[in-house]
C-alpha cells in the first residue's frame, strides 16, 4: 500500500493555457475524491467518483474543469483556459465504500500558480 | 448543510505545555467528527476521528479528542507540546454512513510551539 499519490506535486502555468493533474488511489478504493486548497483555507470539496461514475459535482467546479476516472482506478483532473483564480493545491483522497467510518485518505497535494 | 468553525487561526504554545485547538460543529445528522493535520507543502495526515461510540477519541502521536453534542464540539488536545507538532490543523465533519463521506472543513489553526 503506497497511499494516494498524486502528479506533478507542483506545475507554473500561463493563463489560458491547460493543466491536467493525475492520481491514483490506494488500490481497491472505491471512492476517489478532488478538493481545492487556497492560502490560509481549509480543503473544499470539488467532485467524487464512485468507481468510474461521477456521482457530485460542487458548484465551485466551472465548466473549465472536468474530472475522469475512466477505469474506476486513477483519475485525471483537466483545468481548461486557466486563470490565476485557479492558483491553488488541488488534493486528491481515496476510501472504501461507506460503513463504519471509513477513513479518507489525502495525497500529498499539486500545486497549481498560473502566472 | 454543515459546517466547522475553528477559533483562532493561530495558537502559540511552549514545548511542553498543554495543546488545546478548537473546534465547533453544525450538523443535521448525526456527524462523523475529523481532525487533520498538514505539515508545510504536504497533503493531510489523519489524526483521529469520532464516528460513534466513546466520546473520548484517542489519535498518533498523544492527540485526543472528545465528542460533546451538548455543545456541538470536538476539542483537540495533546498534554504535553512537542517542537515537531508545530503545524496547521484542520478539523472536519462529514455525514457518517448516511451520507456520502464529502467532508466539510475548517479555516484551520496553525500550531507554533517554541522552545
Known amino acids: 500500500d503506497t497511499g494516494v499519490s498524486q502528479d506533478p506535486r507542483h506545475k507554473i502555468t500561463k493563463r489560458g493555457q491547460n493543466v491536467t493533474f493525475r492520481c491514483d488511489p490506494i488500490s481497491e478504493h472505491n471512492r476517489l475524491y478532488w478538493y481545492r486548497q487556497t492560502l490560509g483555507q481549509g480543503p473544499e470539496f470539488l467532485t467524487y467518483?464512485?468507481?468510474?461514475?461521477?456521482?457530485?459535482k460542487s458548484r465551485l467546479l466551472s465548466d473549465r474543469f472536468s474530472a475522469e476516472r475512466p477505469k474506476g482506478s486513477f483519475s485525471t483532473l483537466e483545468i481548461q483556459r486557466t486563470e490565476q483564480g485557479d492558483s491553488a493545491m488541488y488534493l486528491c483522497?481515496?476510501?472504501?465504500?461507506?460503513?463504519?467510518?471509513?477513513?479518507?485518505?489525502f495525497g500529498e497535494g499539486s500545486w497549481l500558480t498560473v502566472v | 448543510a454543515q459546517s466547522v468553525t475553528q477559533l483562532g487561526s493561530h495558537v502559540s504554545v511552549s514545548e511542553g505545555a498543554l495543546v488545546l485547538l478548537r473546534c465547533n460543529y453544525s450538523?443535521?445528522?448525526?456527524?462523523?467528527l475529523f481532525w487533520y493535520v498538514q505539515y508545510p507543502n504536504q497533503g493531510l495526515q489523519l489524526l483521529l476521528k469520532?464516528?460513534?461510540?466513546?466520546?473520548l477519541v484517542k489519535g498518533i502521536n498523544g492527540f485526543e479528542a472528545e465528542f460533546k453534542k451538548s455543545e456541538t464540539s470536538f476539542h483537540l488536545t495533546k498534554p504535553s507540546a512537542h517542537m515537531s507538532d508545530a503545524a496547521e490543523y484542520f478539523c472536519a465533519v462529514s455525514e457518517g454512513d448516511t451520507g456520502f463521506q464529502k467532508l466539510v472543513f475548517g479555516t484551520g489553526t496553525r500550531l507554533l510551539v517554541s522552545p
Open positions: 483522497a481515496s476510501s472504501l465504500l461507506p460503513g463504519s467510518g471509513n477513513t479518507i485518505y
Open positions: 469520532y464516528t460513534t461510540g466513546a466520546t
Open positions: 450538523s443535521s445528522v448525526p456527524p462523523y
Open positions: 467518483f464512485q468507481n468510474e461514475a461521477q456521482l457530485e
